[in-house]
C-alpha cells in the first residue's frame, strides 16, 4: 500500500527533516518514511506492508526536535496495491494526540562534551555498531529504544575514560524490524540518532 502523507501537529504542519513517520500493524512497524520537501510542504512517501487484508494501520512521528513519538489519532485499513494520497493532494495525519518522550532525564544548560557518531551499517540486519567521542572521562549510558520509548537494550553504561567508544550491538531474531531511537547520557548532556533494522 502506497501512502503519501503531510503531518501536521496540533495542526500545525511537522517540517523537521530528520522527523520519522512509520505505519504500524499491532505493534509492529510495517513501513518507515522521513520527509521530502515537495513546494512549501514536507510529504512522506511511504510503502507499508500486512499480512492479511483485514490489518489495520496505525501511525507515530518520531519528532526529532522535540524527541517525543506522537501517535496519530488516523488509522487506516490496509488495502493491498491501494494509494493514498498524491504528491498535489496529500493524504493529512494529525499526531495531536498523546506524546511519549524517548528521554528519561532533564538535559543539562551548556556545552556538550560528547559526540554521537551514525550507526553503521544501517539500515542493518545482524548486527551494527555505535561509535561515541567523550571529551572528559564519566558516567555513561548508551541504550536503545523502539518508537514508543520502550527501551530495547541497554548497550553501554558505566564511567568510560576520554576518547573514542565503539559498541557493537547484536540483533536477536524477536527483534521486530523498524525505526529504533539510540540515546547517549554523559555528565547531564544527552545525544541521539535513529537506526533502521531491516531483515
Do not use: W
Not at 520509548?149 to 523498524?178: C, I, N, S, W, Y
Request: charged content about 15%.
Amino acid at each position: 500500500m502506497s501512502i503519501t502523507a503531510t503531518v501536521t501537529v496540533e495542526g500545525a504542519p511537522a517540517m523537521g527533516t530528520d522527523n520519522i513517520l512509520a505505519a504500524f500493524v499491532d505493534g509492529e512497524v510495517r513501513g518507515v518514511a522521513t520527509p521530502v520537501p515537495v513546494g512549501s510542504a514536507m510529504v512522506y512517501f511511504l510503502t507499508a506492508y500486512a499480512n492479511a487484508s483485514s490489518d489495520t494501520l496505525s501511525f507515530r512521528l518520531y519528532e526529532a526536535a522535540t524527541d517525543f513519538v506522537r501517535v496519530a489519532a488516523l488509522e487506516l485499513p490496509f488495502v493491498p496495491n491501494a494509494v493514498e494520497g498524491t504528491p498535489s493532494s496529500p493524504l493529512r495525519i494529525d499526531v495531536s494526540c498523546a506524546t511519549a518522550s524517548t528521554s528519561r532525564e532533564a538535559v543539562e544548560d551548556g556545552p556538550s562534551h560528547v559526540t554521537l557518531h551514525p550507526a553503521y551499517p544501517s539500515p542493518f540486519a545482524g548486527e551494527t555498531t555505535f561509535a561515541y567521542d567523550l571529551e572528559r572521562p564519566g558516567e555513561v549510558q548508551l541504550a536503545l529504544y523502539d518508537l514508543v520509548g520502550r527501551e530495547v537494550a541497554v548497550l553501554a553504561e558505566g564511567v568510560k575514560a576520554m576518547g573514542r567508544h565503539a559498541v557493537t550491538f547484536q540483533a536477536d531474531a524477536a527483534l521486530p524490524t523498524g525505526v529504533y531511537v539510540y540515546r547517549l547520557r554523559h555528565g547531564g548532556h544527552v545525544a541521539s540518532g535513529t537506526v533502521i533494522h531491516a531483515r
